[in-house]
């Protein structure tokens, strides 16, 4: 029998509670996006996340999990099924980055969508961050 989850940001990532309360978490960074509506991108340390928020919205998440000393593990992106295509994993991805180089953490790009951002950013400050396990 195949289930339809109603919300997988609740189901699939337990992130219910982006969707009640901003107070555990910290805004990153506010604008508009290329249609010229306002998001809010955030942080949530104790869901181990970075989402982004259209009003009260939660559009998208950038998962990741903290290892080593100031090691940091992009692991997965997601965005809703009805807002893909739209730049929004992109925010994200962007925002991820960001907070990397300000926070002066080395990063370990286990997502996909993440490895090409960085590789499609072609930026030398996001390629100073990389870090390479073997």
């Known amino acids: 029998m195949i289930s339809i989850r109603s919300n997988p940001l609740v189901d699939e990532y337990g992130l219910d509670d982006l969707m009640v309360s901003d107070e555990r978490s910290q805004i990153l960074h506010k604008d508009v996006d290329s249609q010229n509506r306002p998001y809010v991108i955030g942080h949530f340390p104790s869901k181990s996340c970075l989402y982004i928020r259209y009003g009260k919205d939660t559009k998208g998440v950038l998962k990741y999990q903290m ?10 992106t997601y965005v809703v099924e009805n ?52």
């Open 83 to 134: 807002e893909r295509g739209k730049g929004i994993g992109k925010l994200l991805a962007k925002a991820g980055m960001e907070y990397i180089v300000e926070n002066e953490l080395k990063v370990k790009l286990s997502c996909t969508y993440m490895q090409k951002f960085v590789d499609d950013e072609k930026l030398p400050i996001y390629y100073d961050r990389l870090f390479y396990s073997y």
């Open 67 to 76: 290892f080593g000393k100031g090691i940091v593990d992009f692991y997965d």
